[in-house]
């Protein structure tokens, strides 16, 4: 594809332009690998302390900025912040997080339904111990949600069982202006003032009490309970929408490409912007995914299109757990395995490329939630050739230096993928 290329320069948000040929371009992301300093590190950020040499060598020998993932007004979700890497601003049309996961499950809304993330969560003394029941895994979450089904389905409301703790709910003309607090951002905490409010609120606390009782003496939970590990004590619904569309990506930006997630809702956000979704065996949301298979399935892709992004939530669920010595391994993991072999596979091909490395947000260890505050973004042009200098490093962290207010991250994804 020829045509302008836009390049945000400094802090003073001016645009230098100049014309630039056709090339591949990946986007890697790692969820949630932006943070706060953190004491067991030493008052240092994850990004500060990991081993990630080729992730700084795109920063040095590329360009590197401080970027803003979620439009003023916004909650700092990965859904908002996953359609700005991808180029789309969430003010426009964003409907909801469950309307998109729905995509990715391939579970079609009607205009009167409203779909619910529901999570299946460990409570304990009326405090959220756990926000991903320890990690169940989905052929036991299935069950739990077969039963649940069994007892409440109906012609317009059915549970659909996702990956590990994720499902939805999809309800025809269900409750539509509630308060429903995402559990991962109440860890640790008592849920009482954190239930579902608003109209109709009721009727979803009735559900919430009813999976309590089908799960108490579920046998899933009684093997695990028996095991050690955390029960799914009951669900714990957030993040409702309806039906949502986007511009297809062959329309928006002229590129036909893929994208590697193990999670729905990047799933979602492929499916509604004309994108392939590239599914890898091993690939889990959680530190023991498959990075490695994850860059294969990336070369693949290039190798055949234009585009690729790939996503790996693994830093993401470290910061929601407070494991901070993990989140480093992820970020680690994500620079070794992902990032080091694309790269050197798009140099060997010898073809015009373009490699960006982000974060959709900050996921602070100390918080074990979501916030808004700006993270480090780096891209880098090839091929390098005979320029390629192996031992460059340049910071890539949550401190590096600008001027004013940094730019939207969907507004220069959109500028580099033009």
């Known amino acids: 594809m020829f045509g302008a290329e836009l390049i945000f320069a400094g802090g003073s948000g001016r645009l230098a332009t100049h014309m630039s040929a056709k090339r591949k371009i990946a986007v890697l ?42 439009p003023d007004g916004l909650s700092p979700g990965s859904d908002v912040a996953n359609m700005g890497l991808l180029g789309y601003n969430a003010k426009e049309n964003y409907t909801g997080r469950a309307a998109i996961e729905a995509a990715g499950a391939r ?22 111990l756990d926000y991903s029941a320890g990690d169940i895994s989905s052929e036991e979450a299935h069950q739990l949600i077969d039963a649940l089904n069994a007892a409440v389905a109906r012609d317009g409301l059915r549970f659909h069982g996702g990956v590990s703790y994720r499902h939805l709910l ?128 990336a070369i693949a892709c290039l190798r055949r299109s234009d585009f690729v992004y790939v996503h790996v939530e693994a830093p993401d669920e470290c910061g929601h757990k407070g494991m901070a010595e993990e989140k480093v391994r992820a970020i680690e993991n994500f620079d070794r395995q992902v990032v080091a072999p694309v790269w050197a596979a798009l140099e060997a091909d010898g073809q015009p490329y373009r490699l960006i490395v982000c974060t959709d947000h900050r996921t602070p260890i100390v918080k074990r939630g979501h916030t808004s505050d ?45």
């Open 29 to 70: 992301v790692g969820d949630g690998m932006g943070d706060e300093p953190v004491a067991v590190l030493g008052g240092k950020t994850p990004l500060q302390v990991a081993r990630i040499p080729s992730i700084r060598r795109v920063a040095a020998q590329g360009r590197v900025q401080l970027v803003l993932t979620v």
């Open 107 to 128: 579970i079609p809304l009607q205009p009167s339904d409203v779909a619910y993330r529901t999570n299946l969560v460990t409570l304990a003394d009326g405090k959220m």
């Open 170 to 297: 999809v309800w025809r003309d269900g409750p539509a202006e509630l308060v429903l607090m995402p559990p991962h951002e109440i860890s640790g905490k008592p849920v009482a003032d954190f239930l579902p409010k608003g109209p109709r609120a009721e009727e979803f606390l009735a559900l919430m009490d009813l999976s309590r009782h089908i799960f108490a003496e579920h046998p899933v939970n009684r093997e695990r309970i028996a095991q050690g590990r955390r029960p799914a004590t009951q669900i714990w619904p957030w993040g409702f929408g309806k039906a949502m569309s986007l511009q297809p990506y062959p329309e928006r930006y002229g590129l036909r490409g893929g994208v590697i997630t193990a999670v729905d809702l990047v799933r979602g956000l492929a499916e509604l912007c004309g994108l392939e979704v590239i599914r890898v065996p091993g690939a889990t949301g959680w530190i023991d995914t498959d990075y490695a298979g994850k860059a294969q399935a």
């Open 374 to 418: 700006p993270v480090p973004f780096a891209w880098v042009d090839g091929p390098l050739g005979a320029a390629a200098d192996p031992n460059a490093s340049a910071a890539f962290d949550e401190f590096l230096p600008w001027e004013g207010w940094p730019p939207l991250v969907c507004d220069v994804v959109s500028s580099l993928l033009k």
